[in-house]
Each structure stands twice: as C-alpha cells, then as structure tokens.
C-alpha cells in the first residue's frame, strides 16, 4: 500500500533552517510529483512546492520561493524539502504528499503524517 | 492567483443530516479543476472529489460535488458520526495551488 512516512519533530530556533524528509513506499515513487503543504496552527492549509519525478525541476509558491528548497533522492525513494531563514511563522505541521495522476498531479491522493516544527528562541 | 471562499466558516449539524459546504471561486476555474479535502483533528487531510464532481477512490456516495460557475459545492446527503471533520477546497488549474480556508462540520 502506498506510504509517505515523514522525519520527526524539529525544534529550530529563528534564522536558523530546517530539512525536512518523506520516504515513499508501496508505489513508483519515480512517476510521481510530489509537493509539500503546510498548515500553522489552528489554520489552514498552505501550499508551497511541487517537485517533478526526475527531481530536475520545482515550482514554489512565490511566497516561499526565496526560502524553500525541494529535493528527492530516488535511490531511497525519499524527497526532502529545506527551509531557511526561519522565524515564528514558520512553526507549523508541514506534510509531504503525492500529486494525483488524475489530476496532473496536482491534487493530493496520499499524505504523508505530517511533521511539526517549532520555531523557537 | 484565484483565491478560494469557503463558507459557511462553521456548520452545526446531527449525525443524520444533510450538510451543504460551499467554495466560491474569484474567477472561472479552467476544466472544473478543483478538489476537496476532509481533515480531521491531528491527520493529514484526505481527497474526497476531484474535478469538482467526480468521487476519489474509496469515498461513500454520500459524498457528492457540483459545480455552477465560479460556486461549488460539497454535499454530504446524511451525516456519519465520522463525518465531522473540517473540509477544504482546492484548486489545482494553475500555479500557486490554492486553498479555501475550510469549513468546519461540527456535532450540533
């Protein structure tokens, strides 16, 4: 069955980064974009990148796109997503998740858990 | 960048009955290129319907979305107990990939 199982909780303090992963399994991790969403507490959800399978082109919300960098490594079928310059709005649940063939990939089928960061001094 | 109005913020329903959420679009969305999401508390959210109407695999009928014009709308015909939950819509036509900012169904 497909799985998206994310890193652990990160404590970060502000300015410093953060690197995140998403280990795929259970379908061909090599066909598939993969984006990362993330949501601040009690709010909603925020998209801010998708990676294409080959891992050679990303896109980010215009938001992030000074901060944020996606990568993935598909010998260990994992994608990484790096954040810099971190400040208190940055603390958050980030998720990996799939991109939808059924869609252009640009909806989400499969979710990661989810993975909590705080940004605190 | 279209932007997503989701209303109303907080519905107040029973177990038993029928719930209209509704995702107002700033713009003509291009081929009915939007989704919904469940997300209930501490997991990740799950698609629900893609392409405005269609079901993604695995989800009740009791699941059901329309479009008309710039407004869609999720249907949920009789409410479960785990049905309660907060619901997003996205759309997924251009770039950046937008959200709504969510309805909550909540246990009357």
């Known amino acids: 069955q497909v799985q998206l199982v994310q890193s652990g909780a990160e404590v970060k303090k502000p300015g410093a980064s953060v690197k995140l992963s998403c280990k795929a399994s259970g379908y061909r991790f090599n066909i598939y974009y993969m984006h990362w969403v993330r949501q601040a507490p009690g709010q909603g959800l925020e998209w801010m990148g998708i990676?294409?399978?080959?891992?050679?082109?990303?896109s980010y919300a215009q938001k992030f796109e000074a901060r944020v960098t996606l990568t993935r490594d598909t010998s260990t079928s994992t994608v990484f997503m790096e954040l810099n310059s971190l400040t208190s709005d940055d603390t958050a649940v980030y998720y990996c998740?799939?991109?939808?063939?059924?869609?252009?990939?640009?909806?989400?089928?499969?979710w990661g858990q989810g993975t909590a960061v705080t940004v605190s001094s | 960048e279209i932007v997503l109005t989701q209303s109303p913020g907080t519905l107040s329903l029973s177990p038993g009955d029928g719930a209209t959420l509704s995702c107002s679009a700033s713009q003509s969305l291009s081929a009915s290129q939007l989704a919904w999401y469940q997300q209930k508390p501490g997991q990740a959210p799950r698609l629900l319907v893609y392409?405005?109407?269609t079901r993604a695999t695995g989800i009740p009928d009791r699941f059901s979305g329309s479009e008309s014009g710039t407004d869609f709308t999720l249907t949920i015909s009789r409410l479960e107990p785990e049905d309660f939950a907060v619901y997003y819509c996205q759309y997924y036509g251009g770039s950046p990939l937008s959200f709504g900012g969510g309805s909550k169904v909540e246990i009357k």
């Open positions: 990676i294409n399978p080959s891992g050679d082109t990303t």
């Open positions: 998740a799939r991109g939808s063939t059924v869609t252009n990939y640009r909806a989400f089928d499969f």
């Open positions: 392409r405005a109407s």
